[in-house]
């Protein structure tokens, strides 16, 4: 079963992050520029919170806030992260569970990347897709 590691390093892909200070407005311009659903929010090298597309409808278009709100004030700062050693079906348990669809992946504290729900699924059709083919190898003796 493939783990969270194996999953960044084939998504070769930095994890897309965010001063707390910063506005929304300007995580959500970080988001549309490299295509994800969440930003990291970081002080220096530290992980502090999720901000994400939900945050910005739930938190400040329903409330009424300007996009110009800091990040700080809208994020999510009981982040819920991993390890890379986490499998995938590990992760897919801890998203359902926690109602996530953005895990952080932490590496002695360092922000490794993030495994989104989209990675899980992905992963987990072809962990299928293989058994599938080992079975119909097995079965038809070639």
């Known amino acids: 079963m493939k783990t969270a590691r194996q999953i960044l390093d084939e998504k070769?892909?930095?994890?897309?992050t965010i001063d707390s200070d910063?506005?929304?407005?300007e995580a959500l311009r970080a988001m549309a520029d490299t295509d994800v659903g969440a930003v990291m929010v970081v002080e220096g090298d530290t992980l502090v919170g999720v901000v994400s597309e939900?945050?910005?409808?739930?938190?400040?278009?329903?409330?009424?806030l300007t996009p110009d709100v800091?990040?700080?004030?809208?994020?999510t700062k009981d982040v819920i992260a991993i390890p890379p050693h986490h499998t995938v079906a590990e992760c897919m348990a801890?998203?359902?569970q926690k109602h996530v669809r953005h895990l952080p992946v932490l590496e002695e504290g360092r922000l490794v990347g993030v495994v989104s729900v989209r990675?899980?699924?992905?992963?987990t059709l072809e962990e299928?897709?293989?058994?599938?083919d080992q079975l119909v190898t097995y079965i038809s003796g070639r």
């Open 70 to 75: 800091p990040v700080a004030q809208v994020m």
């Open 12 to 16: 070769h892909k930095a994890p897309t």
């Open 54 to 64: 939900r945050d910005y409808v739930r938190k400040v278009a329903l409330d009424a």
């Open 119 to 123: 990675d899980v699924v992905r992963a």
């Open 22 to 25: 910063a506005s929304m407005l």
């Open 94 to 96: 801890l998203m359902t």
């Open 128 to 132: 299928k897709e293989f058994l599938i």
